[in-house]
């Protein structure tokens, strides 16, 4: 159980594009998914909380025009990078709160984004 | 808010040996602490977690202690394998929001 599923795995797009990642919860409803940027040999820098129905709650520095999230269903989040430039090269990686009440994460495998 | 530090950054290890992983809290109201493992390029595996009315948790080579009045828990792992290299992160939570305040990780090298 509690298994989180994410996609795409990697992409590769040029500049001024946009790109969506979806991150879904396969076995379980997930009322809170976060989304986490990782640069290399860093820890997990926490983007925004995102609640089903509402709007999505951004951390002090990430921009919400730019890094727009969707949690339309309790199994499904998406972030949509828009106008990607290469400093948005990143690992995106999504997690989903487990159980009613707890604290528990469980985490995508990520989503390798470069930016050319 | 709340900081949470994690020491070392790299431990290197004798193959069966004991490994111990320390973290520190800032906020007495933080309830949840859970430890992750991440290889290269994965996603991060939690390994083990404790709630603040438990003073310490065991799974098999696993165990995680918790002293609330220095606000300090500590990862052990006892028999260390190769296949335990990777990078440890732990983290705390108050669960009003849910959300994880990470330390920075720790490299663990296990040497043949």
């Known amino acids: 159980g509690a298994v989180v599923s994410q996609h795409p795995s990697r992409v590769i797009c040029k500049s001024g594009t946009s790109v969506k990642i979806e991150c879904r919860s396969l076995?379980?409803?997930?009322?809170?998914m976060f989304w986490y940027r990782q640069f290399p040999k860093k820890s997990l820098m926490l983007m925004a909380t995102?609640?089903?129905?509402?709007?999505?709650?951004?951390e002090q520095g990430v921009e919400k025009d730019k890094f727009l999230i969707n949690h339309a269903s309790l199994t499904l989040s998406t972030l949509t990078v828009t106008s990607a430039h290469p400093e948005d090269s990143s690992f995106y990686i999504c997690?989903?709160?487990?159980?009613?009440?707890?604290?528990?994460?469980?985490f995508g495998p990520g989503t390798r984004l470069t930016v050319l | 808010g709340e900081n949470v530090e994690q020491h070392p950054s790299t431990l290197s290890v004798q193959e069966g040996d004991s490994a111990v992983i320390k973290c520190t809290y800032s906020?007495?109201?933080?309830?949840?602490f859970p430890w992750y493992k991440q290889e290269l390029g994965k996603r991060p595996q939690l390994i083990i977690d404790i709630r603040s009315n438990v003073g310490e948790k065991k799974d098999q080579r696993i165990a995680v202690t918790l002293n609330k009045t220095a606000k300090h828990f500590s990862l052990h792992i006892t028999e260390t394998q190769p296949e335990d290299s990777a990078v440890y992160f732990c983290?705390?939570?108050?669960?009003?929001?849910?959300?994880?305040?990470w330390g920075a990780g720790t490299k663990l090298i296990i040497k043949p």
């Open positions: 983290a705390a939570s108050k669960g009003s929001n849910y959300q994880l305040i």
């Open positions: 906020d007495s109201a933080s309830n949840y």
């Open positions: 995102s609640n089903e129905g509402s709007k999505a709650t951004y």
């Open positions: 076995d379980f409803q997930a009322t809170t």
């Open positions: 997690s989903a709160r487990y159980g009613q009440g707890a604290d528990t994460q469980y």
